[in-house]
């Protein structure tokens, strides 16, 4: 499943097979992937601006996938953003909406869920992007 617009994406999550797993099969698809044990790690990477989509964990010690998304928003930092979870509950849900994040999934996901929203999210952004490009 080559993907046609090769993307930038990073996956923010303390599980390192989660980590792993997801890099292995968005490189397979032919995107470029950064890892980040920790939404702190991420943040002083502070290399944000080349990113096209942001895999998010909500569930992580130091700082929540949800408290990221805010962070970023405080930062001015608008990537589309799919906010991963072992457990999806009303909470969840409407913050994740409230912080940005374009979807929320439910742990384990198909994997061919997974990179159907992470190919709506970078065709919309990239896009986005390319418009705003030419109008400059």
Known sequence: MESE????IAIIDDDENVRDVLGILLEECGHSVRAYASAPQFLADGNHCDL??????????????????AEL????????????T???????????IFSGAMAVLEKPMAPVQLLQFVTLLVDGYQ?????IAGRA
């Open 127 to 131: 896009s986005t992007k390319h418009n």
């Open 52 to 69: 096209d989509c942001l895999i998010v964990d909500q569930k992580m010690p130091e700082m929540s996938g949800l408290q990221l998304l």
């Open 73 to 84: 928003d405080e930062r001015g930092v608008h990537v589309p953003s799919l906010l991963i």
């Open 5 to 8: 617009n090769l993307a930038t």
């Open 86 to 96: 072992g457990a999806c509950d009303r909470y969840t849900s409407k913050g994740a």
